[in-house]
């Protein structure tokens, strides 16, 4: 009984944290077509990056503590490295590399640099 328990919890689990990867991908397509506010969804693709990046560390992480098998990491990082690059692409339709500030390359080039 308690291996049914866990494993609803876990099946729950993973809905929960895979959700953003199905129901979003219409979402990033609409804003690659032009669609809503430009900078509200600007921020709302921002931040579901790092939601991305921070799940793809998170992967890693089960990988070597033992919490996943090699399988299941593969392709749970595949799905989400496929979400995370539609992602930059809808970032980058909505905010052109012309736009951007060559300041954060500077900084970091003079970080490097010491």
Same mark, same amino acid.
């Given at each position: 009984?308690?291996?049914?328990?866990?494993?609803?919890?876990?099946?729950?689990?993973?809905?929960?944290?895979?959700?953003?990867?199905?129901?979003?991908?219409?979402?990033?397509?609409?804003?690659?077509?032009?669609?809503?506010?430009?900078?509200? !969804?600007?921020?709302? %693709?921002?931040?579901?990056? @790092?939601?991305?990046? #921070? $799940?793809?560390?998170?992967?890693?992480? +089960? =990988?070597?503590?033992?919490?996943?098998?090699?399988? !299941?990491?593969?392709g %749970?990082?595949?799905?989400? @490295?496929?979400?995370? #690059? $539609?992602?930059?692409?809808?970032?980058? +339709? =909505?905010?052109?590399?012309?736009e951007?500030?060559?300041?954060?390359?500077?900084?970091?080039?003079?970080?490097?640099?010491?």
């Amino acid at each position: 009984m308690a291996i049914v328990i866990a494993l609803g919890i876990a099946l729950a689990a993973v809905a929960f944290v895979a959700a953003p990867l199905f129901f979003g991908a219409r979402q990033a397509a609409r804003v690659a077509a032009g669609e809503g506010q430009a900078s509200g !969804d600007l921020a709302e %693709l921002l931040a579901e990056k @790092e939601t991305v990046y #921070a $799940a793809i560390q998170e992967l890693d992480f +089960d =990988l070597k503590s033992g919490k996943l098998s090699e399988e !299941d990491h593969h392709g %749970l990082r595949r799905r989400y @490295e496929e979400r995370a #690059a $539609a992602l930059l692409r809808a970032i980058d +339709d =909505l905010h052109p590399s012309s736009e951007r500030s060559d300041a954060p390359r500077r900084v970091r080039r003079e970080k490097r640099r010491g």
